[in-house]
């Protein structure tokens, strides 16, 4: 191969590490989805309003603890298993400035079947809702 072509390519594939594939969430079949009946209006009983600021602040910090498609390592218990789904955690937010948002993740208490306490499975994220970086994460 010519050595001119071998950095130009070898820099390129690198680059390709950098990249960050998204995925789409899977959807239900079109057969599926149109037997699902949507109510007028949510149940005002249950319903809540997460603001749009601390939605993406949860969405960027899950996408770090939890990241999409990370599994566990192969022959993992079960309770390993269930530390790695997304929906195995409670989320707490709320605002510690006008420019940090703090996310917490706690494992829920129900979520996995442990013989023993999981001690401290969670995170606290300190988000900046300017610039979308995460600044600091206290285990």
Excluded at 48 to 73: C, E, N, S, Y
Excluded at 86 to 94: C, K, L, M, Q
């Amino acid at each position: 191969m010519n050595r001119k072509l071998l950095f130009p390519l070898c820099l390129l594939l690198s680059g390709c590490s950098l990249l960050q594939w998204y995925r789409r969430p899977e959807h239900a079949p079109a057969e599926e989805a149109a037997r699902f009946q949507f109510p007028l209006e949510l149940p005002a009983d249950s319903r809540m309003k997460v603001p749009g600021v601390m939605a993406t602040a949860i969405q960027l910090a899950m996408d770090d603890f939890r990241p999409p498609g990370a599994h566990p390592h192969s022959g993992a218990t079960a309770e390993e298993q269930c530390l790695y789904r997304r929906e195995s955690y409670d989320v707490f937010a709320s605002p510690a400035s006008q420019e940090v948002m703090l996310v917490r993740f706690v494992l829920s208490p129900e979520a996995c079947d442990s013989k023993s306490p999981v001690l401290d499975m969670g995170a606290t994220y300190a988000i900046d809702v300017q610039t979308w970086r995460i600044l600091a994460i206290q285990p």
